[in-house]
């Protein structure tokens, strides 16, 4: 029966547009939305926010990173992301970012470190703790959170450290592995092949990297689940703290529409980060 279920789900979704579907069906009551803010000067370089209502003073901050294959994507198409953050006593901070052909790598790298600077000195007049500061992401989202939280150097550059400012990390159906390159597309994003593996988050673990939670589908036939395998294994050798989850009936784009509330039985997807978060935050508190 179950199973019949998520069928007809994703049935429906694929007929009509998804995005407006999820949009138009999480609640707004309860939530404070901020839209075009800019955290960078120039295009792409704007910010939503959308925060508790009343303002909670302690709230935890997540910045998501939305993907797109690093080629397309928009804050806006993410109200569902956002708003239920918020609904659920987080501040959420969506941005835009620099995609090809306009930018390669590493221009949205570093834009994303920006946004982050701009969501620890701004989540703070919505009820936002600093101190409990998550990065978040999807697809090619999800390579930009954990490249940020793992390679120092990014966060570096706007004055921040993520062993000291970032609280977790929530990777979704991310790339953290991908090599070798064999898109001509993923080829001119990332430039000439001595630089990939700059762009490979698994190649800048170390004991000490913020706690990650890392979700994939099962029959996620856009980014190979064992990207999500990998780095997991990877960060455990480390001596690192990593949750990790296989979701079996969902697919690469499923995943993230069940974080929206009316989808929530295609997947724990929600449940499992809203956990994390708090599970992570009272630690911080605590510490």
């Known amino acids: 029966m179950y199973a019949w279920l998520v069928l007809l789900m994703t049935s429906f979704l694929a007929a009509c547009s998804p995005v407006a579907v999820l949009n138009a069906l999480t609640p707004g009551a309860g939530v404070t939305e901020v839209a075009d803010?800019?955290?960078?000067?120039?295009?792409?370089?704007?910010?939503?926010?959308?925060?508790p209502d009343p303002v909670r003073p302690g709230a935890p901050i997540v910045v998501f990173f939305y993907g797109g294959g690093w080629e397309d994507?928009?804050?806006?198409?993410?109200?569902?992301v956002g708003a239920t953050l918020a609904a659920n006593g987080i501040v959420a901070v969506i941005p835009d970012y620099r995609v090809y052909p306009e930018a390669r790598f590493p221009d949205f790298i570093e834009d994303g470190a920006r946004a982050v600077a701009w969501a620890r000195t701004h989540g703070a007049a919505?009820?936002?703790?600093?101190?409990?500061?998550?990065?978040?992401?999807?697809?090619?989202?999800?390579?930009i959170a954990?490249?940020?939280?793992?390679?120092?150097?990014?966060?570096?550059?706007?004055g921040m450290d993520p062993d000291r400012d970032i609280a977790g990390t929530?990777?979704?159906?991310?790339?953290?592995?991908?090599?070798?390159?064999?898109?001509?597309?993923?080829?001119?994003?990332?430039?000439?092949?001595?630089?990939?593996?700059?762009?490979?988050?698994?190649?800048y673990v170390t004991p000490g990297a913020p706690p990650m939670f890392l979700g994939a589908a099962a029959r996620d036939s856009s980014v190979e689940p064992g990207n999500t395998e990998r780095l997991a294994a990877r960060l455990r050798a480390s001596g690192d703290t990593v949750v990790e989850r296989i979701y079996q009936l969902v697919g690469h784009r499923t995943l993230i529409g069940a974080f929206a509330p009316s989808l929530t039985l295609l997947a724990p997807v929600r449940a499992d980060v809203l956990r994390f978060v708090a599970q992570r935050s009272a630690v911080v508190d605590g510490g």
Do not use: C
């Not at 803010?37 to 925060?51: I, K, N």
């Not at 919505?126 to 390579?143: E, N, R």
């Not at 954990?146 to 706007?158: G, H, P, Y």
């Not at 991310?174 to 597309?185: A, M, N």
């Open 37 to 51: 803010r800019s955290y960078a000067v120039g295009p792409r370089h704007g910010v939503d926010l959308y925060a």
């Open 73 to 80: 994507g928009d804050r806006g198409m993410y109200r569902f």
């Open 126 to 143: 919505y009820g936002g703790d600093p101190k409990l500061l998550f990065l978040m992401g999807h697809s090619a989202g999800a390579q």
């Open 146 to 158: 954990t490249l940020l939280s793992l390679d120092r150097s990014w966060l570096a550059e706007v």
């Open 170 to 203: 929530i990777g979704l159906a991310g790339p953290y592995d991908f090599l070798p390159l064999e898109s001509p597309t993923l080829k001119a994003i990332f430039g000439p092949p001595g630089d990939w593996p700059r762009s490979q988050p698994i190649n």
